[in-house]
T-cell receptor, first 113, second 116 residues
Framework: GAGVSQSPSNKVTEKGKDVELRCDPISGHTALYWYRQSLGQGLEFLIYFQGNSAPDKSGLPSDRFSAERTGGSVSTLTIQRTQQEDSAVYLC???????????FGPGTRLTVL | AQKITQTQPGMFVQEKEAVTLDCTYDTSDPSYGLFWYKQPSSGEMIFLIYQGSYDQQNATEGRYSLNFQKARKSANLVISASQLGDSAMYFCAMSSPSGGYNKLIFGAGTRLAVHP
């Protein structure tokens, strides 16, 4: 079926505003991951969801960041009171099981002015 | 600490030649997985190849092969017969129990340019 989809593809916002980024994983994939890629950098892990287990939030950089996954499928990453250093590409990935190949979405490019 | 090191910020190769992209890793876990991803200018991450720490043979996928040297903790990607479409960023990544099997730890990447 379809791959991982993310929306919006681009988001420009003003400093201090809240933003929501959406990820739709591959159907049937139980694991979902969020990563952040700053300009010219590698990927930085943010958060991981697996089934009904408590998410691993160890990579979230501050309490302004939160994420949820409703119904074991779609996930939303929310950034409150955005700062300029939040500007990056936010990538979502899903995998069938743990420690398996992760399939990435096209990412959301966030620009905070 | 779990770490991936890619020491080549940029590499050039002539079309149809082979190229090796370096990757070294650091982990004390006996079991781990190593991945290579390609990121074209369009931004998507494309999985290329996987090597498990207990795999006896080096992984191969078409023109991609992984030169896995466990004692040296290296997992270099070899691309044979380079094509113009191979121009992209290449990331080495690792998953391990200590790092959290549920996440990939990425290196900084190597930008490969294939010249005609």
């Amino acid at each position: 079926g379809a791959g991982v989809s993310q929306s919006p593809s681009n988001k420009v916002t003003e400093k201090g505003k809240d933003v929501e980024l959406r990820c739709d994983p591959i159907s049937g994939h139980t694991a979902l991951y969020w990563y952040r890629q700053s300009l010219g950098q590698g990927l930085e892990f943010l958060i991981y969801f697996q089934g009904n287990s408590a998410p691993d939030k160890s990579g979230l950089p501050s309490d302004r960041f939160s994420a949820e996954r409703t119904g074991g499928s779609v996930s939303t990453l929310t950034i409150q009171r955005t700062q300029q250093e939040d500007s990056a590409v936010y990538l979502c990935a899903s995998s069938l099981i743990d420690n398996d190949e992760q399939f990435f979405g096209p990412g959301t490019r966030l620009t905070v002015l | 600490a779990q770490k991936i090191t890619q020491t080549q910020p940029g590499m050039f190769v002539q079309e149809k030649e082979a190229v090796t992209l370096d990757c070294t890793y650091d982990t004390s876990d006996p079991s781990y997985g190593l991945f290579w991803y390609k990121q074209p200018s369009s931004g998507e991450m494309i999985f290329l190849i996987y090597q498990g720490s207990y795999d006896q043979q080096n992984a191969t996928e078409g023109r991609y092969s992984l030169n896995f040297q466990k004692a040296r903790k290296s997992a270099n990607l070899v691309i044979s017969a380079s094509q113009l479409g191979d121009s992209a960023m290449y990331f080495c990544a690792m998953s391990s129990p200590s790092g959290g099997y549920n996440k990939l730890i990425f290196g900084a990447g190597t930008r490969l340019a294939v010249h005609p």
